[in-house]
């Protein structure tokens, strides 16, 4: 598909409203920002349809995940474990909109909602298609377990969404906390997370690590407060890297930490659940690279065609996030039950199946695009004025019961023994909480 014929399939205004507001940014806007962010998106969804197999063994369809097959994938993580430059990004962008907003009583109280309209309102129509899905499903004969499996495989990308609602949520304080301590704020939160996997590892305590979901996506989140107040941050780059790679070596060859920086099924430990140091140490590496290269793309973003394309692409983020990896499942499914299982027999990991990857991932991409363009509308900033939003304590409840009913899809799916085959508690929280998170009800 050309880049003609898809902005000819763009919902009405997309691209010219991304076109129109590229050709009106502010000079000393960061646009890198919004360039790191869409390139982090696009390594994570690649990741995940490069290591995740399906494959037909004995006439049933099964899915294997390569880094349990190939160690040498372990290391391909370093490349598509991207969650710490959301985060610093991330923490860029807050640091800056909560910056503005609290000069503005009216702003100030509706920023939260304002902040998690387009982070949870993309949840409700994945959430809902795959309930129906299940529903339909369990009607069929299928199996909770089946359900479970598939729902759980496509929704498990929302672990990170729910994680980063708090950090958001968390912004107010956490800015304050940076207005005070500056760069030692960092220090003491980097700290505090060596200190939990020390004493987690060290004492056999390992319930322990479940705080460094905290510590560690903190830390990295309030870099990028760092980053928004600095202007010698280029300089910082090498010392970045430096310290990654160190702390990396030391971790891994001397400590014993996994290579890899996702889970691996069958191993023992993982960086990611819950997250080790070994994330801040890549999380280093990341920085400094982008610290290194961000004049180079802030060159090439005032160029009006990429900007506006990087614009596009920010704008239906949380849609191509959320849906990829249901594209996936429904490519490989249809190749299993309808088209015979064609391009499921080769070995996963074997010459003959990367040859026809490419062809997998064009696949996937067609699949996925009609799903963004249909539900990229879920991801529009809310039109409704800052005095009809709800405040930041109505807007935290609803925050949390989002993520209270994401992080059990990630967990368990959706699959349940009742009637309807469906954890309708999960869904009914995340549905319920994207509303009192987003509108306001009664007088605040």
Request: with cysteine; hydrophobic share 60%; charged share 10%.
């Amino acid at each position: 598909m050309t880049t003609a014929q898809i902005e000819e399939k763009m919902p009405k205004g997309l691209f010219a409203a991304a076109k129109w507001a590229a050709e009106r940014t502010p000079e000393s806007r960061n646009r890198a920002v919004d360039l790191y962010r869409a390139i982090a998106i696009m390594f994570v969804i690649l990741g995940h349809w490069l290591l995740l197999a399906g494959v037909m063994r004995n006439g049933e369809l099964e899915f294997v995940i390569l880094l349990a097959e190939q160690r040498w994938t372990h290391y391909a993580t370093w490349l598509f474990q991207v969650m710490p430059v959301f985060f610093f990004v991330g923490g860029f962008s807050n640091g800056l909109s909560w910056s503005s907003a609290r000069k503005d009583p009216v702003k100030k109280r509706a920023w939260a909602a304002s902040r998690l309209s387009r982070l949870l309102k993309p949840t409700v129509p994945v959430v809902l298609a795959w309930g129906a899905a299940g529903i339909i499903a369990h009607a069929m004969g299928l199996s909770v377990e089946l359900i479970s499996t598939a729902s759980k495989a496509a929704l498990v990308p929302v672990w990170f969404l729910a994680v980063y609602i708090i950090m958001t949520m968390a912004v107010p304080v956490t800015v304050a906390i940076w207005d005070r301590l500056g760069m030692a704020s960092v220090l003491l939160l980097a700290g505090a997370a060596i200190a939990v996997d020390a004493i987690a590892f060290g004492a056999d305590q390992p319930w322990l690590r479940w705080t460094n979901y905290a510590f560690v996506w903190l830390t990295v989140h309030q870099l990028g407060y760092w980053w928004g107040s600095t202007k010698r941050s280029k300089s910082w780059a090498l010392a970045f890297i430096a310290i990654g790679v160190v702390w990396l070596y030391v971790l891994i060859v001397q400590f014993g930490f996994p290579v890899a920086m996702v889970s691996v099924p069958g191993a023992e430990m993982s960086n990611t659940r819950p997250p080790t140091t070994a994330m801040l140490a890549v999380g280093a590496v990341q920085i400094g690279v982008i610290l290194l290269l961000t004049d180079l793309a802030q060159a090439w973003l005032r160029n009006p065609r990429p900007w506006t394309w990087v614009i596009v692409l920010n704008q239906m983020i949380m849609s191509i996030y959320l849906w990829h990896m249901t594209a996936l499942l429904i490519v490989v499914g249809l190749a299993a039950t309808v088209f015979g299982g064609i391009g499921l027999s080769e070995a996963p990991g074997s010459g003959t199946w990367w040859a026809m990857r490419p062809i997998w991932l064009v696949l996937f991409t067609l699949v996925l695009v009609p799903f963004v363009l249909l539900f990229v509308v879920f991801e529009a900033g809310s039109r409704t004025k800052a005095e009809m939003r709800p405040g930041p304590w109505q807007a935290m409840l609803g925050a949390l019961m989002t993520c209270a009913g994401l992080v059990v899809m990630a967990l368990s799916g959706l699959g349940a023994e009742n009637a309807l085959g469906v954890n309708w508690m999960a869904i009914g929280l995340v549905v319920l909480g994207v509303l009192v998170a987003t509108r306001r009800l009664g007088k605040a």
